[in-house]
């Protein structure tokens, strides 16, 4: 007669447990061992107690946490630390960027332009591989010099398509043997980059470019930046401009902007909303982008409006004027009439033109709009929803507590109190802050001896500033406030930070655009939008811990991070104990380098860091 116990048992596993399931057991006791048992291990470094905020405060029910648990012991016990380092991908998918693949999407029934637009649903699941650097691939020039000069096997420009382009990118960009320079504003001619902005701010009624700040222009995105110049020069002026284009096979200009370091990522403007929210930007510009404008009934310049903040301004350089009676001077007539009648239906002014270059403002007066037409743009209802959502054929109106024209925000780079306080407590924020800059230092400390011993001093070079010049780039994974990318402000350092905010947890993304920070929303069960080893360190606090309960698999968002660091790139992740240690075993997984540190101060959370190796075979 059998026991009780077995009785039970046989309920949940029938009448004879699995071998398999007892073995199961007897590891994952084994397991539970190693794991509570390594606090105390000297496979952990260990360093000084510092505070870094915690992005997530809610923890999950205990019955919840408990089933998150076990998955990761599970994982653990079935072997994933020995199992072997994937391969490499062929040569063919050397500049692969997901969701983009035009074949497929027309094979799935996307026509009129949206196969050109992102489709991750349509990308299948396929075998994990490590995408490797072209041939000639080089580690990038330390910036500031990277701006100017890149290396060309680093991007998919080749010598015939820079031969084959306009004279606008052969005075731009001097192809060398091994590299391309871009020149800089001492070398432009009188109709160069710096011309251009100073006559944008003078068509403003501005002195020059340089009081953009105090005009309320902090923020701009550029469509369709070309080889990012416009958006270099606003950089040197302490203005965030974010470069968007749409895919490119070849020639990608989101590619060339971010082997500049300058911010980039691919965007389409076609048939959905980009993962921006509404009021975002101070300025929209548009140099000869490409875009229809006059197309789709408006909604295109409905969704510049709705990026744009209240007195915020479109500009818009169409191509040079062609003879009259010309075929490309007659579709550019076309598509300016349209654009001289519909601005007046979304509460837009023209206050500027100049040759070809014409600067719209977005209203200030909140009745403007409830003394439209009645055949004017309506007015949306409901809530603003901005991950790649269809265009909406509406405009939002002056109802939100954020419309706030941009000339009357503070002209410092700081956000004042009340602009703070439309988004939360400002303690909190300063809070956040001070955590941040202890923790950079705390990085920044165990990543120092790391680096210098993978770059020993030269004989007779100068000491190197450990080791931002080394970083250009850093993508913050799990953003929260942006307080990271606040730090290395605040530390002087010449990093920019891409502020990811997940579609998953509070969207804190206004805040980070207020406070003049890139970033952008994005679902990390997808892949980001980018192009491969486009940035210097990936960072996330948080992040895989509040993943484990998403749909997502943690060894794809590994093999993502892959793509999109660099050769010799650098990983620094903060979560619990059970998250870091699974973390480490993907890490071994894609052949990252990786150290656990143990914080000890006294609580389950763990440092991870990993630096990607230069591997071409």
């Not at 960009?173 to 160069?192: H, R, V, Y």
């Not at 439309?422 to 230092?441: R, S, V």
């Not at 870091?580 to 860091?609: C, F, K, P």
Request: net charge neutral; proline share 6%.
């Amino acid at each position: 007669m059998r026991s009780p116990w077995l009785n039970k048992l046989s309920v949940i596993l029938g009448p004879r447990p699995p071998v398999s399931w007892l073995f199961l057991c007897v590891v994952s006791l084994l397991a539970l061992i190693t794991v509570f048992g390594s606090s105390s291990s000297t496979s952990f470094d260990s360093v000084t107690s510092t505070w870094v905020p915690e992005s997530y405060k809610n923890y999950r029910r205990l019955k919840e946490q408990a089933a998150v648990d076990y998955f990761e012991l599970r994982t653990l016990s079935s072997g994933a630390s020995r199992q072997r380092e994937l391969g490499f991908c062929g040569k063919e998918i050397e500049n692969y960027v997901p969701c983009y693949n035009v074949t497929a999407n027309l094979l799935s029934g996307f026509k009129d332009g949206e196969e050109f637009d992102r489709h991750c649903e349509v990308v299948g699941q396929g075998k994990w591989c490590l995408i490797r650097p072209p041939k000639d691939y080089k580690t990038p020039l330390q910036w500031p010099a990277g701006r100017d000069v890149i290396w060309s096997g680093n991007v998919k420009i080749t010598k015939d398509q820079f031969l084959s382009s306009g004279s606008m990118t052969k005075r731009m960009m001097l192809l060398e043997e091994n590299q391309i320079a871009f020149q800089s504003d001492a070398g432009l001619t009188f109709d160069g980059v710096k011309d251009y902005s100073r006559q944008i701010a003078e068509m403003m009624g501005l002195g020059s470019d340089s009081e953009f700040l105090q005009a309320g222009v902090r923020t701009v995105l550029d469509i369709g930046c070309g080889f990012g110049s416009f958006g270099a020069h606003l950089v040197s002026i302490k203005l965030m401009a974010l470069c968007i284009a749409g895919y490119e096979a070849t020639g990608s200009q989101v590619q060339l902007a971010l082997e500049r370091g300058l911010p980039a990522m691919i965007g389409n403007f076609i048939t959905r909303q980009l993962p921006y929210p509404s009021f975002s930007f101070d300025m929209v510009h548009c140099a000869q982008c490409g875009i229809p404008w006059d197309k789709k009934e408006g909604m295109l310049l409905i969704e510049v409006d709705r990026l744009l903040k209240p007195g915020g301004y479109f500009v818009l350089t169409s191509p040079k004027s062609k003879p009259h009676g010309s075929a490309t001077g007659t579709k550019i007539r076309n598509m300016l009439t349209p654009l001289e009648q519909f601005p007046e239906k979304i509460c837009w002014s023209l206050i500027a033109q100049q040759d070809e270059t014409f600067i719209w403002q977005k209203t200030v007066d909140a009745q403007c709009y409830s003394s439209r037409k009645q055949n004017d743009v309506p007015l949306c209802k409901g809530h603003d929803a901005s991950y790649y959502q269809a265009l909406s054929p509406c405009i939002i109106g002056p109802s939100s507590k954020r419309w706030i024209p941009i000339q009357n925000r503070s002209s410092s780079s700081e956000l004042s109190s009340a602009e703070l306080a439309l988004h939360g407590n400002p303690e909190d924020f300063f809070e956040d802050l001070q955590g941040w800059k202890l923790a950079l230092k705390n990085y920044w400390s165990l990543l120092t001896p790391l680096i210098f011993s993978d770059h020993p001093k030269r004989p007779g070079a100068e000491d190197p500033l450990p080791p931002f010049n080394m970083v250009r780039n850093v993508m913050d994974m799990n953003a929260h406030y942006g307080g990271l990318n606040a730090a290395f402000l605040e530390e002087k350092k010449s990093v920019w930070v891409m502020n990811v905010v997940p579609v998953t947890s509070r969207n804190m993304l206004p805040l980070i655009l207020d406070r003049g920070f890139p970033g952008v929303l994005h679902d990390w069960c997808e892949p980001f939008p980018t192009y491969p080893r486009t940035y210097d360190m990936l960072h996330a606090n948080g992040l895989l811990s509040h993943l484990s309960s998403e749909r997502c698999s943690l060894m794809d968002l590994f093999v993502e991070m892959d793509r999109i660091l660099r050769p010799e790139g650098w990983v620094v992740l903060y979560d619990k104990l059970g998250a870091i240690e699974l973390a480490r075993a993907h890490a071994t997984q894609i052949r990252w380098g990786a150290r656990v540190i143990d914080l000890q101060n006294g609580s389950d959370q763990r440092l991870l860091i990993c630096q990607k190796p230069f591997l071409t075979k």
